[in-house]
C-alpha cells in the first residue's frame, strides 16, 4: 500500500470543502497530480496545495492507498467523502461531514470530529478516539435516509440525534451523547455506553438501542417488556422496551437501559 502525506501549511478564512482528500479521488495519480486537486474556498476553486504540503504518490487503486493527514484539520470538511477502499488516518481534529456517503476502507481519527461524522454511510469502518459533534452516522437536513451500513466507534462523547434515520449498521460510542439518540430510527444497532440526554429512539420503528449508563427518560409512547440479560453482547441486566409506538401498532424498535442505573416509568 503507497502511502500519501498532507501537511497543513495554513488556515483559510472560511472553512473549506475538500471531498478529493479521498483514496477514489488519489488512487493513480503522483505527488504533483494530487496537490494540483480542486478544492472549494467558499465560493472560489483552489487547489489542493494552497493549503496542504503534498508527499508521496498515491497506489494504482483506492485499495493500495493510505493517507496521512499530519495535524488538526477542524476547517476541512468532507474528507473521505465516498470512499470505497483503503485508509484515510487524521493525526488531529477533523471537520463536518466526515466519512459522508462512505462506502468502504477505514477512516480514523485521532482527534476530535465535528458534526455529521458518518452521515448516511454505506459500509467501511470509522473511528474516533476524541469526542464527535452531532448527527453522528444521520441524514443530512431535508433527508430521511440515514446511515445503512457500516461501523462507526468513538471512544469519546458524542452530540445529540446520533443515528437519525438509520437503517443498518453499528454505531458504538464509549462515552456519553445528548438527546434523541436513534430518532426515527429503522434498523441497525446504536450502543452507548455512558449516560444519554431525553428521548432516546424517538419515533424509532426498527432497529436497536442499547444504553449502558442512565437515560434522562423515556418517552411513555414506548411499553415496558421485562428484564434482558447481556443483549446483543453488552454485560449485564437491562429493561426492554419496545416502541415507539407513537408511530402505530407495527413497530419493531428495541430500548435497552440499564437496569441497576434506570428506573421503569
Same mark, same amino acid.
Given at each position: 500500500?503507497?502511502?500519501?502525506?498532507?501537511?497543513?501549511?495554513?488556515?483559510?478564512?472560511?472553512?473549506?470543502?475538500?471531498?478529493?482528500?479521498?483514496?477514489?479521488?488519489?488512487?493513480?495519480?503522483?505527488?504533483?497530480?494530487? +496537490?494540483?486537486?480542486?478544492?472549494?474556498?467558499?465560493?472560489?476553486?483552489?487547489?489542493?496545495?494552497?493549503?496542504?504540503?503534498?508527499?508521496?504518490?498515491?497506489?494504482?487503486?483506492?485499495?493500495?492507498?493510505?493517507?496521512?493527514?499530519?495535524?488538526?484539520?477542524?476547517?476541512?470538511?468532507? =474528507?473521505?467523502?465516498? %470512499?470505497?477502499?483503503?485508509?484515510?488516518?487524521?493525526?488531529?481534529? =477533523?471537520?463536518?461531514?466526515?466519512?459522508?456517503?462512505?462506502?468502504?476502507?477505514?477512516?480514523?481519527?485521532?482527534?476530535?470530529?465535528?458534526?455529521?461524522?458518518?452521515?448516511?454511510?454505506?459500509?467501511?469502518?470509522?473511528?474516533?478516539?476524541?469526542?464527535?459533534?452531532?448527527?453522528?452516522?444521520?441524514?443530512?437536513?431535508?433527508?430521511?435516509?440515514?446511515?445503512?451500513?457500516?461501523?462507526?466507534?468513538?471512544?469519546?462523547?458524542?452530540?445529540?440525534?446520533?443515528?437519525?434515520?438509520?437503517?443498518?449498521?453499528?454505531?458504538?460510542?464509549?462515552?456519553?451523547?445528548?438527546? %434523541?439518540?436513534?430518532?426515527? %430510527? $429503522?434498523?441497525?444497532? =446504536?450502543?452507548?455506553?455512558?449516560?444519554?440526554?431525553?428521548?432516546?429512539? +424517538? $419515533?424509532?420503528?426498527?432497529?436497536?438501542?442499547?444504553?449502558?449508563?442512565?437515560?434522562?427518560?423515556?418517552?411513555?409512547?414506548?411499553?415496558?417488556?421485562?428484564?434482558?440479560?447481556?443483549?446483543?453482547?453488552?454485560?449485564?441486566?437491562?429493561?426492554?422496551?419496545?416502541?415507539?409506538?407513537?408511530?402505530?401498532?407495527?413497530?419493531?424498535?428495541?430500548?435497552?437501559?440499564?437496569?441497576?442505573?434506570?428506573?421503569?416509568?
Amino acid at each position: 500500500m503507497k502511502e500519501v502525506v498532507l501537511t497543513p501549511k495554513g488556515e483559510p478564512d472560511v472553512p473549506i470543502e475538500a471531498e478529493v482528500i479521498c483514496t477514489d479521488e488519489f488512487a493513480g495519480k503522483s505527488e504533483d497530480e494530487i +496537490a494540483a486537486l480542486k478544492i472549494y474556498e467558499g465560493n472560489s476553486t483552489v487547489e489542493l496545495g494552497e493549503y496542504f504540503d503534498v508527499e508521496g504518490d498515491a497506489g494504482d487503486s483506492p485499495e493500495n492507498t493510505r493517507i496521512v493527514i499530519e495535524g488538526d484539520v477542524p476547517w476541512v470538511k468532507l =474528507i473521505g467523502y465516498r %470512499m470505497s477502499a483503503g485508509e484515510i488516518l487524521v493525526k488531529g481534529d =477533523i471537520g463536518r461531514h466526515a466519512g459522508a456517503e462512505m462506502k468502504g476502507g477505514k477512516l480514523v481519527v485521532e482527534g476530535d470530529a465535528d458534526d455529521w461524522l458518518g452521515r448516511e454511510m454505506k459500509g467501511g469502518e470509522i473511528t474516533v478516539y476524541g469526542n464527535a459533534g452531532n448527527y453522528v452516522g444521520s441524514s443530512y437536513r431535508g433527508e430521511w435516509r440515514g446511515m445503512s451500513g457500516g461501523c462507526i466507534l468513538v471512544k469519546g462523547d458524542v452530540g445529540d440525534e446520533i443515528g437519525e434515520w438509520m437503517s443498518d449498521g453499528k454505531i458504538i460510542v464509549e462515552g456519553d451523547a445528548g438527546i %434523541m439518540i436513534g430518532i426515527h %430510527m $429503522q434498523g441497525g444497532t =446504536i450502543i452507548v455506553r455512558g449516560d444519554v440526554g431525553a428521548r432516546p429512539g +424517538a $419515533q424509532m420503528e426498527g432497529g436497536t438501542v442499547v444504553v449502558c449508563g442512565r437515560a434522562e427518560d423515556v418517552l411513555p409512547s414506548f411499553r415496558y417488556e421485562g428484564l434482558r440479560e447481556d443483549p446483543i453482547g453488552e454485560t449485564g441486566t437491562f429493561h426492554l422496551f419496545t416502541g415507539d409506538y407513537a408511530n402505530g401498532p407495527k413497530v419493531e424498535g428495541e430500548l435497552y437501559l440499564n437496569a441497576t442505573l434506570n428506573e421503569v416509568p
